[in-house]
């Protein structure tokens, strides 16, 4: 028999990100983790707490917002303040760059209020600088017992160790091309900056990896190999990934390839919002990647055909989308009170071409009159024909039938 090709996750040690009394494990037997990241002056911490809570409450796992400047260290701890007080239950991860060292040295309570601190080794200082200021960075760390993730970027790769390889590189009696010598590089910074937080006392299960590219093969290519030489939990994603369907398409690209192969503990898509468009928009598309791969449920899903010349009228379109706008919006509310929820299957069909075919497929489903059939929809429950739906009211009346099937 042919068999489905399961991803089979990459072995890897895990973390434990810890806010108050808890906790959300990434890596080794945890599911593939959703993160975002805010885009708010850190410094203005209601609206970072407010765009924190609108990230977790669309399902981001753990939030990472930006810490540049002592206001926004100061600022820390009342973010963490007002999400623990509106009941957000998620982790603050600190994103630092060029003066991480001094903000996590100058600001303890910063240090202490966030859960793991984001360390960029392409600017952490340059020379004796690097190893002094990276290690400032690792006692604080250690100190306050959180993780880190060392997030190397090619847009930021260590310059100096770059041109180091270049300079290696030309010495081969057949030099590489630029771009092999840029992915050792990448690969190169992660790892011998792990190994120098791990000689400074950090455990290895407490730092993560992410060696972050914009092009989907490279991506692909880059972590491939990371992922075969190390076991730290890594982070992936497609930096700087772009807007709208270019950025959603070149992520999911990107990632399901590298999912497939069991590679990546914890994701973000980098998308650039459309002016308007939420930034949540980010972690829906992370999580309808790690649902598309069937690695784990978080909505129930809706099946539905493209409509085509047979489809009558314009009611197969909008009860499509009332139906998914319908399921999302219930999800906070039903995930608690009819566990296994997001399990559900809603199909919603053209016509009898294969609408009552794939209608059986799911646990509810309708198939709309198409051109030169009987103006009846017929509805499907748990694979049998139990009603059949007319009129102008399809589409409410089958939304109650929706309902009524959960709540049962
Ligand atoms: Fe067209 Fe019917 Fe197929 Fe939908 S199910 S695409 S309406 S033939």
Redesign the pocket.
Known sequence: PIALALPKKRASLQSNVVWGSRTVTVGGGAPVRIQSMTNTDTADAIGTAIQVKELALAGSELVRITVNTPEAAQAVPYVREQLDRMGIDVPLIGDFHFNGHRLLTDFPECAQALSKYRINPGNVGKGDKRDRQFGQMIEAAVRWNKPIRIGVNWGSLDQELLASMMDENSKRTVPWDAKPVMYEALITSALESAARAQEMGLPAHQIMLSCKVSGVQDLIAVYRELGRRCDYPLHLGLTEAGMGTKGTVASAAALAVLLQDGIGDTIRVSLTPAPGEARTQEVVIASEIIQALGLRTFVPSVTA????G??TSTTFQELTKQIDDFLRAQMPVWRASYPGVENLKVAV???I???PGESKHADIGISLP?TGEAPAAPVFIDGEKRMTLRGDSIATDFQAVVENYIQQ
């Open positions: 055909c493209p409509g085509c047979r489809t069909m053209g016509c071409v294969n609408g198409g």
